[in-house]
């Protein structure tokens, strides 16, 4: 095994991915196409092996972000359909016709330059309308005025000759919510896409190919917004609280080993700023992995790791490249010992409650300082470290 990867890693455990696949799957019907949301390099999980993983077990779509990303995975023998969530800048539509890319179209104003810079390069440009039912972030907006300018809107962009409309979606925005309010407002914005889904078709006097509005808490909670394809990102990596009530799994698992053990006296402090005083002779592991790496620094003092011993408790700051662990409960665990930092017994759910935030910005921040291995059937599949070293794995 080449040095760096067994310094701070990140396993990868595509078993649970299939295993989330093919539970979601079950749920949502044979009949609904599936879509695997791997933007952010697949929520920091590695969006090519992802990919490929997913296109193995039969799904029928991917998205990301940007051209980038979508660019990134066609380069690595990515087949599937995929769908580009966000902003494509007009000078790179050449790109999305060429490698076979399909674009969120939001407004009319995207709509004329997609429709211009398609005609100039001699293409046609696949598209999903978005429609802006209530997050307030992309869409054609379609609220209470605005509703039959929307849908006029919407027929006029299908109807472009250098557009290929196949889809139309909207985006939740509270759809994990569990308070009236919430589960109200969900309702509302898949009605207000219902009908706007219908008043466009009755106009343009055609169907969409694919309807689609059922992210992570939809799915979970709201099997009706199913449509003709469902749109799961953080579910199909087994997070969140959804995910042992549906039988998901987390697929990342981080880890680290312990580089040094020292013994301090009491009134001991440790790292930076003296946030952490030893009250007992301590026994201190050092971890290479700090903020650098994606454990965030606000953690500080208040996360534990799990040793083959159990539990330890992190303590003083988090420092960019390394932290601090108390190991005088923890006697079995020596120089060169294996921990979880989160992963299928140290849940990442509770990190990012104590981190204040969602597991999401979690396992996106795991930076590509830490290589990413990739398990199936217990074994070491494959292998990945972004430097800009090619060859590094040789
Ligand atoms: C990120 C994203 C999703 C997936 O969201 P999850 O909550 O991870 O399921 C779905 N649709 C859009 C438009 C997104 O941006």
Redesign the pocket.
């Known amino acids: 095994m080449i040095s760096t990867l067994r310094r701070t890693w990140a396993e990868i455990d595509l078993d649970a991915l299939e295993n989330n696949y093919k539970k979601l799957k079950e749920k949502t019907g044979e009949k609904t196409k599936f879509l695997g949301?791997v933007?952010a390099d697949a929520?920091g999980h590695g969006s090519v092996q992802v990919a490929k993983k997913l296109t193995e077990l039969g799904a029928d779509y991917l998205?990301v972000?940007s051209v980038d990303e979508a660019m990134e995975l066609r380069e690595n023998e990515v087949s599937l359909p995929i769908l580009i969530?966000?902003h494509t800048p007009k000078e790179q539509i050449h790109n999305l016709i060429d490698y076979k890319l399909t674009q969120t179209i939001t407004c009319k104003a995207k709509a004329l330059e997609y429709q211009q810079a398609a005609l100039e390069c001699g293409g046609i440009l696949k598209c999903h309308i978005?429609v802006d039912t209530g997050m307030s972030r992309l869409g054609y907006l379609v609220d209470d005025e605005g509703f039959a300018g929307g849908v006029d809107g919407i027929v006029e962009a299908c109807r472009l000759d250098h557009l290929e409309v196949e889809g139309i979606?909207t985006?939740f925005a509270m759809s994990?919510g569990d308070s009236e309010f919430a589960v109200d407002y969900t309702r509302h914005q898949f009605e207000l896409f219902q009908k706007v889904c219908a008043g466009v078709e009755a106009v343009w006097g055609r169907k969409f190919q694919i309807r689609h509005c059922a992210?992570?808490?939809a799915?979970a909670n709201y099997p009706e917004t199913a449509l003709d394809m469902v749109?799961?990102?953080?579910?199909?990596y087994g997070y969140g609280k959804y995910a042992e009530r549906l039988g998901l799994l987390p697929v990342m698992s981080l880890k680290s080993v312990v580089s040094t053990i020292k013994v301090y006296q009491p009134g001991t402090f440790i790292s930076y700023d003296g946030t952490y005083v030893t009250d007992k002779v301590t026994r201190v592991g050092v971890l290479p992995i700090g903020y650098a790496d994606g454990y965030h620094r606000y953690l500080s003092n208040k996360w534990s790791v799990l040793t083959e011993d159990g539990p330890a408790k992190q303590i003083g700051r988090i420092c960019m490249d390394m932290c601090m662990i108390d190991l005088s409960d923890c006697p079995d665990v020596d120089v060169d010992s294996e921990v979880e930092i989160f992963g299928r017994q140290n849940s990442i759910d509770e990190m990012a409650l104590l981190a204040e935030t969602i597991p999401?910005e979690l396992t996106c921040s795991i930076s590509k300082r830490v290589p990413r291995r990739y398990l199936s059937n217990g074994a070491v599949v494959d292998e990945e470290l972004l430097l800009r070293m090619p060859g590094s794995l040789g």
């Open positions: 949301v933007k929520y998205a972000s969530l966000g978005k979606f985006h994990d992210n992570t808490g799915v749109r799961p990102g953080l579910l199909l999401y």
